[in-house]
């Protein structure tokens, strides 16, 4: 028996495997709304990039969580799991369900779990990190967190500096590991949630990687990039996509290298994203194609539920 009548669907899985197809077509079955858990779709900056729902996507069914914050603005997974929690009792006034989507393992857990309450770093050395991570760049930032707190390292976007700082700077403060106080306490949540994870060959998922990074220089990401050149200081811009071509525009590399090189950590992303969802057994996985599946196992489960 379920806790409460009030249920999450949460649709996950690696990045260009087709989730926002997916939720959309949940949403209109089930005739709800969409919270999106993706932390690049957050900034409104950053559209091609970042594999936005089209404008006919977004039309299909309500979102939320795209296009809400400008990369100028700091915004944390605590932040966005405030937010998403508040949204979420807002919107079950009005759903029996609700479908969450996105690839950012992090900010799905922060929802579904909980974060864990940490004890407060020290900001000078945060400070002396950003410095370090402008002066010698993100590989020594990798090094040495590989170093000290191997566990944390390995768990999450090694091409995350947010992420590697964060690491980095925590142990450097208290002394102690970040990933020892990673203890994924559930904390209660007022409603159920079906976990949905989409997986496919790993050969047709890494060509179906390559031809969205083609299809994305194609609609104009070297001009996307070349317009944020100006903020590229902000940390939302440290990212799969973004990076590359600015290493590209600093002469570091030919645009025929930088792509590849798109393609190639897009491909190792999503080889990370599918390692962090498997931790989780209560995920139930499907092929992308497999809607109809989907939609009979989310309706067998809330059955079971009223029984």
């Keep these: 028996m379920m806790a409460s009548d009030k249920t999450l669907i949460v649709v996950v899985g ?20 969409i919270i999106s858990a993706d932390s690049r779709q957050f900034f409104k900056e950053m559209e091609i990039g970042t594999a936005k729902p089209s404008a006919g996507e977004l039309l299909a069914a309500p979102h939320h969580f795209i296009n809400s914050n400008s990369i100028t603005q700091l915004f944390s ?11 979420i009792d807002k919107l079950f006034k009005e759903h ?27 900001l000078q050395i945060r400070e002396q990190l950003n410095k370090k991570l402008a002066e010698e760049g993100l590989q020594a930032i990798q090094e040495q967190l590989k170093t000290v707190d191997p566990e944390y390292y390995d768990k999450v976007d ?21 990933s020892s106080y990673l203890t994924n306490t559930k ?17 047709k998922l890494y060509e179906r990687i390559n031809h969205r990074v083609d299809c994305m220089m ?8 070349e317009r944020l050149q ?52 209560s995920t139930a996985w499907f092929e992308p194609t497999d809607s109809a599946a989907v939609i009979h196992h989310i309706e067998t489960l809330l059955i079971k539920a009223l029984d």
């Design 96 to 122: 029996q369900l609700l479908i969450m989507v996105g690839g950012s393992g992090l900010y799905i857990d922060a929802v579904c779990n909980g974060l864990d309450d940490l004890p407060e770093t020290d």
């Design 77 to 87: 997974t605590g932040d966005f799991e405030i937010q998403a929690l508040n949204l």
């Design 14 to 33: 690696p990045t260009g495997i087709g989730k926002t197809a997916l939720a959309i077509e949940l949403a209109q079955h089930f005739s709800t709304e």
């Design 230 to 281: 100006p903020f590229r200081q902000y940390n939302a811009l440290n990212t799969v996509g973004y990076s590359e071509l600015f290493d590209y525009l600093d002469g570091n590399s030919s645009l025929q290298e930088a792509v590849a090189k798109i393609k190639q950590n897009t491909r190792r992303f999503a080889k990370r994203q599918l390692t962090w969802f498997r931790r989780d057994n």
């Design 218 to 225: 194609e609609a104009g990401l070297m001009q996307e990039v």
């Design 187 to 203: 904390k209660e949540r007022p409603f159920n949630t079906i976990k949905i994870g989409l997986n496919m060959d790993r050969d």
């Design 158 to 178: 090694q091409s995350n500096p947010q992420r590697m700082i964060r690491g980095l700077e925590f142990f450097l403060s208290i002394g102690q590991k970040l």
